[in-house]
């Protein structure tokens, strides 16, 4: 069974909004830091945000800070990335991706070398 499971991309015009999820299984979800990452053809993966749901605490990227939101909800062991006003440059698979929880905690969650699990991604495409 997977541990890590995405769903929610879809394709959406410059400015819309998406809320992925991930589904994570019990014996990680509080045990773990929870990454978003995003890749595009050519490019390496990229951070995007994190949660440790034990505190919980969170983390972002750059690229997100003011527009993505990551959050949780315990009771479904769900991981949520809710993204608004979204652009071109937005676009990719994105995945969920779990490290050590001490990595939401220092600078290690934006390595995607850190995590030790992946889910399957799920597609965003946002056209202008």
């Known amino acids: 069974r997977a541990q890590l499971v995405e769903s929610g991309g879809d394709s959406v015009q410059d400015g819309g909004s998406l809320r992925l999820s991930c589904a994570v299984s019990?014996?990680?979800?509080?045990?773990?830091?929870i990454g978003w990452y995003r890749q595009t053809p050519g490019k390496e993966r990229e951070a995007v945000a994190a949660?440790?749901?034990?505190?919980?605490?969170?983390v972002y990227g750059t690229s997100a800070k003011g527009r993505f939101t990551v959050s949780q909800v315990n009771a479904n062991y769900t991981v949520f990335l809710r993204m608004i006003n979204l652009h071109p440059e937005d676009s990719g698979v994105y995945y969920c991706?779990?490290?050590?929880?001490?990595?939401?905690?220092?600078?290690?969650?934006?390595?995607?070398?850190?995590?030790?699990?992946w889910g399957q991604g799920t597609q965003v495409a946002v056209s202008s």
């Open positions: 991706g779990a490290g050590p929880h001490v990595n939401c905690y220092r600078n290690d969650w934006s390595r995607p070398s850190s995590v030790e699990k």
């Open positions: 019990r014996s990680i979800y509080s045990n773990y830091c």
């Open positions: 949660i440790y749901t034990g505190a919980p605490r969170t």
